[in-house]
Nanobody, 120 residues
Framework: VQLQASGGGLVQAGGSLRLSCRASGSIFSISFMGWYRQAPGRQRELVAGITSGGSTSYADSMKGRFTISRDDAKNTVYLQMNSLKPEDTAVYYC???????????????WGQGTQVTVSS
């Protein structure tokens, strides 16, 4: 399974970015798709997640500003980020978790990371 993330970049405070992450390969049953981020000197933290049933969760500081969505037909997860702040600057990683099936064991996969930089 490979994850290809895109959409990062440099934006001014108050601006928007949309991240995408497409999963490819032998994917049989995705249970969870999410975005994490890691700023320099800090631990990786959950930004937002979405289950196969469509339930979403967000870190408190992202609520109302970020929206996560998924397109199951494309095995793609999106993160719409609005009202960006300098403290949102980090490398953003997508994460895909799969259920056990007769065809494959449970899986936990990470994308390569995409840099988001918000200037003040």
């Amino acid at each position: 399974v490979q994850l290809q993330a895109s959409g990062g970049g440099l934006v001014q405070a108050g601006g928007s970015l949309r991240l995408s992450c497409r999963a490819s390969g032998s994917i049989f049953s995705i249970s969870f798709m999410g975005w994490y981020r890691q700023a320099p000197g800090r631990q990786r933290e959950l930004v937002a997640g979405i289950t196969s049933g469509g339930s979403t969760s967000y870190a408190d500081s992202m609520k109302g500003r970020f929206t996560i969505s998924r397109d199951d037909a494309k095995n793609t997860v999106y993160l719409q980020m609005n009202s960006l702040k300098p403290e949102d600057t980090a490398v953003y990683y997508c994460n895909v978790q799969t259920r056990y099936t007769l065809l494959a064991p449970r899986g936990n996969y990470w994308g390569q990371g995409t840099q988001v930089t918000v200037s003040s």
